[in-house]
């Protein structure tokens, strides 16, 4: 096991390689300056072959390389990996494994998923998840509003410059491994990598995203072994019928005391009174951010 840093692990908005100032014009014609999120290409490659090149962010590049594999079911929980090379002229990362692979087969079966930045996923979306048994694990309420409350005024660059998605790695009422990018499925990439790499459980752990709760969101957190899946924002019906299937806790719209959870109800221990707990203003996230 490689040892990982210490938590938390959470974004870094001050990080003049993830942003960039553009000045512009406002509604009323007055002069403004705003940061934006960068954007370019990462390409991957598993040994010799090349995999595929993402957009993103640029950070954490071999986490995000060892996650898109993992999920793909390309690199096995077994696997060894004698390497990982990144090389930031060529925007290029190489994941070496002890095991010959070759996946030409599958790279000719490419689905586009509904991920912002277009995700892409490879083979049969459903791979894995037949017979698929995630742990009977316990969430409480309480949890879920203090994940909500320290994510939701956590320095970010959602916070910074917005167009950006973030995905939080959480025990109990603790996030732990916090990762954004210009697409969700990259930012949930980074967490697997995170995960493979430093060997860290799964069977206790809740996944929180800031984006959709799809059917690839779904298949990738039911893969990672991760029993709860929790978001600010709403559903896909795929993507419910996918937890249910699975038996994968999912819960979505959380704002304040307000969510509304469409599978895995046995696992919630509802342990506060929601009137207890306080409304979420419009502008609280904006707010946080001074």
Known sequence: MIQPPD???LPNPGDPRLTRRITGTDHTGA????????????????NRQEIVTAMTIGDHPEYL????????????????????????EIETVVVRTARETTYEEKLQKKTRTSGCAVG??????????????????EIRTSWLYALARQINTTPSLYLEAGAIHGTVLCQQDRPLVYM???????????????MFRHDVPAGDKILYTTGRLTSEMVIKTALMGIPALASRSGFTAWGVEIAQQVGLTLIGRMRGQRFVCLSGEDRLVRDVDPASVPEESARSRRKSAT
Request: a negative charge.
């Open 180 to 194: 954004e990018d210009v697409g969700r499925h990259n930012a949930v990439d980074k967490i697997a990598g995170f």
């Open 120 to 137: 892409t996923v490879f083979g049969d979306m459903m791979e894995g998840l037949e017979g698929l048994t995630l742990p009977a694990a």
């Open 7 to 9: 938590y938390p692990v």
């Open 31 to 46: 002069a403004t300056e705003i940061a934006v999120v960068e954007e370019r290409p990462l390409t991957m490659y598993l």
């Open 65 to 88: 390389a060892l996650g898109f594999l993992r999920n793909q079911g390309m690199l096995r929980a077994d696997d060894v990996v004698t390497g990982v090379d990144y090389d930031d």
